[in-house]
């Protein structure tokens, strides 16, 4: 036997004893006499054997051997226990396969599988415990934006269909950015939002919208008055956010383009954000009892409608500035605006990397920006009953103007 051969076979038995470890562990604190460290350190051992011989017929007689033994404990340990799980099983048989692995020419892989299967093995609480905090509508949102990614966006053709600038893979690829930001903002307030109070609830919620942040606080506001100078802080954190998250999208797509967008964007981060500082170093009121209802943005209704919204953006921008010019690209900016502020963002992102000069581009974003910002200022005014209209309304609205005319002189 060479020097190689029992190197393997020594790595092999390390990935039994490193996943036995943990068995060894759960078998003694459970007291029960289920596969232990030795079985999984003699189970590697035994794959890293049959590889070393190099022989598939041997390899499948031992393998079936193995399958016989643990079915066979498997069903002693069911009349012992109401309701045996097969975990342990079923790690005993991936054992045998990493000590095959790590005479096969394959250690290191060996070697980092058998702790991630150990981890995954250990963290059994962890997993039980998150699981039962998730809610259905929680875990239908995963799989919806799993299917996205993995499902729908692979079979969308990567070619302009039908019209000049109609890519439907581009369009899914831009749907799945949109939805992967709003899924990890539902998330982190899923986690730390109400534990964390209105403040943290309103920069997370303003990763998944800033409208909805805004409408919600200017009702809560209007029931609870005593809660309005924290709620109005927190509708202009969650107003910031918009701007930086558009940022974002924008660098994803034509880092260029952010830099001729700064300076609209800092105006409407910075006009807002400093007096909304001054007033949260003043003020006591920092939580809220009532939890927030923000709603679930990856329900398939609300992607298919903002894909048709930007499908139609993309084909009717090319429309619109060869009919009207840069002035239609800046009006379809304002009316987007006022429901959606990404869709014509990554729509003029794209497009200034081939046909929109990046100045109208960065013109046209930041007036959808601000248009979104005047909406919100008209909801915080009216849901509020007027209550936040001069601090939180006028203040938005300030930015709003600000940002405008600082691109347009930077232009």
């Not at 029960?32 to 590889?51: I, K």
């Not at 609830?201 to 200017?218: D, E, I, K, R, Y």
């Not at 807002?272 to 329900?299: C, I, W, Y």
């Not at 005047?374 to 909801?379: E, N, Q, S, T």
Request: net charge neutral; hydrophobic share 55%; proline share 4%.
């Amino acid at each position: 036997m060479e020097t190689a051969d029992v190197t393997a076979l020594a790595i092999a038995l390390a990935t039994g004893v490193i996943v036995g470890l943990e068995r060894g562990w759960e078998r003694v604190s459970r007291e029960d006499s289920g596969p232990g460290l030795r079985t999984f350190a003699l189970a590697a051992f035994a794959g890293g054997l049959t590889g070393v011989f190099d022989s598939e017929p041997l390899a499948l007689l031992v393998f079936a051997l193995l399958g016989i033994i643990t079915v066979a404990g498997y069903v002693m340990s069911g009349r012992t226990v109401s309701a045996p799980g097969y975990t342990t099983e079923f790690a005993l048989v991936i054992t045998f396969v990493l000590g095959l692995l790590a005479t096969r020419g394959f250690p290191q892989l060996a070697i980092a599988a058998a702790v991630v299967t150990a981890l995954v093995l250990g963290l059994k609480p962890e997993i039980h415990g998150a699981l039962r905090q998730i809610q259905r509508l929680e875990l239908l949102s995963t799989l919806q934006l799993l299917v996205v990614a993995a499902v729908v966006l692979p079979l969308l053709p990567d070619r302009d269909i039908w019209i000049e600038g109609l890519n439907l893979h581009l369009i899914g690829w831009f749907v799945l950015l949109i939805l992967g930001l709003s899924w990890l903002g539902y998330v982190s307030l899923r986690l730390f939002g109400q534990r964390l109070g209105i403040l943290l609830t309103a920069v997370l919620g303003g990763m998944t919208s800033s409208t909805a942040v805004t409408a919600t606080f200017s009702r809560r506001a209007q029931a609870e008055p005593r809660l309005a100078p924290a709620l109005r802080t927190g509708i202009i954190l969650a107003c910031t956010i918009m701007p930086i998250r558009v940022g974002v999208l924008v660098y994803v797509i034509n880092p260029a383009l952010l830099h001729e967008i700064l300076p609209g964007l800092l105006a409407l981060v910075l006009v807002p954000l400093l007096p909304a500082l001054r007033s949260l170093l003043t003020q006591h009121a920092t939580g809220t009892e009532k939890p927030l209802e923000l709603g679930n943005p990856l329900d398939l209704k609300s992607a298919a409608l903002f894909a048709a919204f930007l499908t139609s953006l993309f084909v009717v921008m090319p429309w619109l500035q060869s009919t009207f010019g840069v002035a239609g690209i800046y009006a379809a900016s304002a009316i987007s605006g006022l429901t959606d502020v990404d869709a014509i963002s990554l729509t003029l992102a794209r497009k200034s990397l081939d046909g929109v000069a990046m100045e109208t581009a960065a013109l046209g974003i930041i007036i959808a920006t601000a248009s979104n910002t005047i909406v919100k200022a008209i909801i915080a005014a009216t849901f509020s009953a007027r209550l936040l209209l001069k601090n939180t309304g006028m203040l938005l609205v300030a930015a709003a103007i600000v940002a405008g005319s600082v691109q347009f002189l930077s232009s």
